[in-house]
């Protein structure tokens, strides 16, 4: 918990390289509540060393004059780092009374230096609502895959009561040394993805999304309680419908939240019901079950395997952790 109180840790990554104030194998957690635990009012990212130190990386207050991020600030799980340092995460913030923002397009993608500094913020009709994304390097650059929860027809302003189809989009990145990096384009690769208000979880919709050895991309379906597939996400130009392609539905998973890309190549499925981790083989099986927050529901979202790949790190919301925890895997 950093000094503002800030509540309700989801985005987790690894810091791959030492820059700035980031230290190489410590771990970058954003916060998605405030002390008050109002959903979508977090502004803070902490890092936490490997013996469990914990230090403040970035408050985000107000942003520099000629940025703008519509609706405010609510830190997601939306959460990279770009070699130089350069962190991103995404924000959703909450609206009146902690009710889902009427801007559209709302939220955006806020990119901060190594020394936690708002540098840039990355909004458009196609980046609205981003709540989990993954990378991959680029020949340019990086790419980053971003799963939006609030994909509303141009105009609309409120979530309807069936919910929103969403989409997962493809957003370039360009890096050159000594400049903050740069948005050169944006392709939606997923579309008709259900997401819809939720009195508990604020929102849920696309969660999760991991990239797999063979260019796949994986996406948790909340809602729909599946994991779907992106083919050849790194090169398409046409969006795939959810469900056209599905990895694994029902059965162990309950209500999908994160994703990551085990060691083995299978992806590991983060529920947000029973705080039970899941792990499927490319081949679509549920291979393995295994509990992680006993009556965990509402406490798993973000997850990745830390350095060394013998162990998992994962953010534990429930009322008495607040926590960021390590479990070995095999």
């Not at 980053?144 to 009561?161: E, I, M, Y």
């Not at 999908?256 to 679509?284: C, F, S």
């Not at 990745?304 to 479990?327: C, Q």
Request: glycine share 14%; aromatic share 4%.
């Amino acid at each position: 918990m950093p000094a503002n109180g800030d509540i309700n840790p989801y985005g987790i990554v690894v810091v791959p390289t030492t820059v700035g104030r980031l230290i190489k194998g410590d771990t970058l957690v954003s916060n998605f509540n405030d002390k008050a635990n109002v959903q979508g009012t977090g502004k803070t990212i902490v890092e936490v060393s490997p013996a469990g130190a914990v230090s403040t990386f970035a408050t985000i207050g107000s942003l520099p004059a000629s940025k703008t991020c519509p609706g405010g600030i609510g830190l997601t799980t939306a959460l990279s780092i770009l070699p130089g340092g350069w962190v991103v995460v995404g924000s959703v913030p909450a609206g009146a009374g902690g009710a889902l923002p009427l801007a559209n397009p709302a939220g955006c993608l806020l990119v901060l230096n190594s020394s936690g500094a708002v540098t840039e913020t990355w909004t458009n009709q196609n980046i609205n609502g981003p709540w989990d994304m993954t990378e991959v390097a680029t020949g340019s650059g990086v790419d980053l895959f971003v799963s939006n929860v609030l994909s509303r027809a141009k105009g609309v302003t409120a979530t309807p009561k069936n919910g929103d189809l969403s989409t997962i989009v493809r957003v370039a990145i360009s890096l050159k040394s000594g400049k903050s990096p740069q948005m050169t384009g944006l392709t939606v690769i997923g579309t008709g993805f259900l997401s819809r208000a939720n009195t508990v979880a604020f929102v849920q919709g696309p969660t999760g999304s991991a990239l797999g050895a063979n260019g796949t991309l994986y996406v948790a379906e909340t809602v729909n309680n599946h994991i779907s597939e992106i083919p050849k996400a790194m090169t398409r130009m046409t969006a795939v419908s959810d469900g056209a392609v599905t990895l694994s539905s029902g059965g162990w998973l309950n209500r999908p939240l994160g994703l990551t890309i085990a060691p083995n190549g299978d992806v590991l499925a983060m529920n947000a019901n029973d705080g039970n981790a899941v792990e499927i083989n490319p081949q679509g099986h549920q291979v393995a079950k295994k509990t992680l927050v006993a009556n965990g529901a509402g406490d798993l979202f973000g997850l990745t395997i830390a350095p060394g790949g013998k162990e998992l790190l994962f953010v534990n919301d429930a009322a008495t952790a607040n926590a960021l925890d390590i479990a070995n895997v095999r």
